[in-house]
């Protein structure tokens, strides 16, 4: 069984990042890829630039490692209460070659912030659209304060009752086959 995880930022200290790859931690029946969005940076997507350049190769690729797996895990990183730029611009990208962009896959869908509120209004939005793109979502989780929640030295949640609510979303992908 093979996960796809990563943060839905290209900030390279994201705290995001940092949950993500927490929470694939928990993850034991699973082999986990962490995805770095700055790995996939794209043009500007637009029907202009689409017409001009046609489908990226990095947009192919970023689509061929979420068809190659059994499931997905993001924590998504909230920009003016919505997703980041370069979240959006890779998922319009593959939207255009693939609309399903999910394919089907049980999905466990994370965010944080520093704030009280923990990114909770993009992850109310990535959870009502995933199934318009076929994905499956069984479990989701807003992690509120994250530097109050999050020890970033030790790399772990410190908050008890947090950890175990974490532990019981992603537990939905550790079950899959």
């Known amino acids: ?16 990042k940092q949950l993500v790859e927490y929470t694939a931690s ?10 770095d969005l700055n790995d996939y940076e794209l043009p500007l997507y637009g029907q202009d630039k689409e017409e001009e350049i046609g489908h990226p ?14 499931g997905i895990l993001i ?18 990208w593959c939207s255009r070659i693939e609309p399903k962009v999910f ?14 509120r923990g990114g909770a209004s993009v992850l109310a939005a990535a959870v009502q659209t995933a199934p318009y793109f076929n994905g499956i979502v069984k479990a989701n989780l807003s992690i509120p ?3 109050d929640n999050f020890d970033s030295e030790k790399q772990v949640l410190k908050h008890e009752e947090l950890n175990e609510q974490l532990k019981d979303a992603v537990s939905h992908l550790d079950h899959l086959r």
């Open 57 to 70: 190769k990095l947009a192919k690729d970023f689509l061929a490692k979420i068809a190659s797996s059994s």
């Open 1 to 16: 069984m093979k996960i796809i995880a990563f943060a839905a930022t290209n900030h390279k200290k994201s705290i995001n």
């Open 26 to 35: 928990l993850l034991k029946n699973a082999e986990v890829e962490i995805l």
């Open 103 to 116: 394919q089907d896959k049980p999905m466990v869908l994370l965010s944080t912030s520093p704030g009280s």
């Open 75 to 92: 924590s998504f990183a909230e920009h003016n209460g919505s997703y980041t730029v370069a979240y959006k611009n890779i998922f319009d």
């Open 145 to 147: 304060s994250f530097y």
